[in-house]
């Protein structure tokens, strides 16, 4: 075993250990951060060309190499998404072949995968890594060579997920696809699990459920923010519900407004990684409140319609009740 392949099995255990809170997992992010950018061929020190490499797809923003190995940093993020992966393939472990993992997005790091390839043997857990840069895919294909564990990987995939065909003979037990952006905008988070769980529906889903919210942001720190009502769901069930849903857009909810408004009116986003495991507000940048599209002077009491808009600059939009269009 290389210091490297050593080093990796240390952080692997502390992170898929389900006892662990994410509060005292930080130590070992910042660790795996570290060996994964030391690691890595992609440089990740550059003052420029941040945003070389991304694309611009009919369902989203797909961000560049150096932004998809940027969200290494967030130590919340990290630790919540490879705790919950690892549970969920453990709980679906059995004799007659590996569980298999489809990793929608897997960046240059592959991050939420290796701490599990590195606790599970390849008889046990087998990655489809999948990403639509074919220099991310590369850059993680070489990292996960380079810390032996190749063995793991049953493809490497260079496509689009929201429009990837799943071979009949590879439908996945899970599926993890960290592809979003603070209340679901920007990115083809909805429109790669609605690809994705249509052709598996059997698969458990990382995240499990994303929920957007309308409220307020804090207003000191440890304070809860104000939460005035759902806006909409991204989760298993939502998903079924929109399986003949062939429309340019996705249905949320209505809110009024309280009468008295105390600041400008947010998007909050919650996630659901895997069980009990769960990023709230401002635990991670996907957390931060969020200023309405447009940044709106709005009355206290209006009552906002909600919906969710496809396509390539996905996102949730509103009209006030009763305005045309």
């Excluded at 032996?148 to 260079?158: E, Q, T, Y």
Aim: charged fraction near 20%; proline fraction near 7%.
């Amino acid at each position: 075993m290389t210091p490297a392949q050593a080093e990796l099995a240390s952080i692997a255990q502390a992170l898929s250990d389900p006892r662990r809170s994410l509060e005292s997992l930080v130590g070992e992010t910042v660790r795996l951060r570290h060996l994964v950018e030391q690691h890595s061929r992609l440089p990740m020190d550059r003052q420029d060309g941040l945003r070389d490499g991304e694309s611009f797809l009919p369902s989203g923003w797909a961000i560049s190499p150096v932004q998809a190995g940027l969200c290494a940093r967030e130590p919340y993020r990290s630790a919540a998404f490879i705790q919950g992966l690892a549970q969920a393939v453990r709980q679906r472990l059995h004799a007659a072949r590996p569980v298999r993992v489809l990793y929608a997005g897997c960046g240059p790091f592959a991050l939420l995968a290796l701490p599990v390839m590195a606790v599970l043997g390849a008889r046990q857990v087998q990655f489809a890594i999948l990403d639509v840069h074919a220099e991310t895919l590369a850059y993680a294909r070489d990292l996960i060579g380079q810390l032996g564990l190749d063995g793991h990987v049953s493809a490497g995939i260079c496509a689009d997920a929201a429009s990837y065909h799943i071979p009949s003979d590879a439908l996945p037990d899970v599926i993890i696809s960290e592809t979003m952006n603070t209340a679901l905008g920007k990115e083809p988070q909805v429109a790669i699990l609605r690809n994705l769980h249509a052709q598996a529906p059997a698969a458990a889903l990382l995240p499990a459920e994303v929920t957007v919210h309308l409220g307020l942001e804090r207003r000191q720190p440890g304070e809860p923010c104000a939460d005035w009502g759902r806006l909409f769901t991204l989760d298993a069930d939502a998903l079924r519900a929109w399986q003949d849903d062939t429309g340019d857009s996705l249905p949320a909810a209505r809110i009024r407004l309280p009468d008295v408004l105390d600041g400008a009116p947010r998007l909050l986003t919650r996630i659901r990684v895997h069980g009990d495991i769960v990023l709230g507000d401002y635990d991670c940048s996907l957390n931060l409140p969020l200023a309405l599209p447009g940044k709106p002077l709005l009355a206290g009491g209006s009552v906002l319609d909600f919906r969710y808009r496809l396509g390539g600059s996905p996102g949730l939009a509103f009209q006030l009740a009763g305005a045309p269009g």
